[in-house]
């Protein structure tokens, strides 16, 4: 017999970001994880690996974003080949940049609605 | 044969906020969507149809939201009966206000980062 917790229920606050063009998701939490693993790993296999990923997903989202973007995110040595290297472009890193201020500024302009929220929530 | 378009894509951005108490979604767009209609109508049948959801489907959103809240947002007359009136009590106004400024400080705070990333779509 599982005994009943008394512990009191977790509150949790979530924001989700994503960027699209069209009907297209050219950027969201995923593909922002995959980029910064990559520049991390230079390597798409690696991170999608780090990712508990297929290969063949990362490599999905990545021509997603590249054919997105008016400039490529990442660029891949062999052509997507798995055992060639990986790096981000200019354009990758400045994206990533945006997408993290975007998620500082986020979190310093809400945080007292966002306790508010929180504190009225049954404990 | 259909014409292929030649309009440039549409570039657009979102955010998703959610409250969570434990598993449960205690509050995200959906809910607080609801809160405005039963605010305006009175009315969690009426609510619901101007939402195209189902009164019961609505009314398990407004069971789920006064069940996470330490107070209930919203007070039906008959106990949920289709039929009688729903009012959001005054804890149901303090936290839809508190989302409505969530909303209005991330938009405010982050108008750039998010200019900056459609900026970089593809036309």
Avoid at 61 to 80: H, I, K, Y
């Amino acid at each position: 017999v599982a005994a009943t917790s008394q512990r009191p229920a977790k509150k949790s606050f979530k924001a989700l970001f994503r960027v699209y063009r069209g009907d297209e998701i050219a950027l969201g939490p995923g593909k922002v994880e995959l980029l910064e693993h990559i520049a991390q790993t230079g390597s798409i296999s690696e991170a999608a690996r780090r990712m508990k990923m297929s290969y063949n997903r990362a490599w999905l989202l990545v021509r997603t974003m590249n054919r997105c973007f008016a400039e490529p995110l990442v660029l891949s040595s062999r052509g997507g080949d798995q055992h060639g290297g990986a790096q981000l472009t200019k354009s990758g890193r400045d994206v990533l940049r945006f997408y993290r201020q975007l998620e500082t500024k986020f979190s310093n302009a809400t945080r007292q609605p966002v306790r508010e929220l929180l504190s009225r929530l049954k404990t």
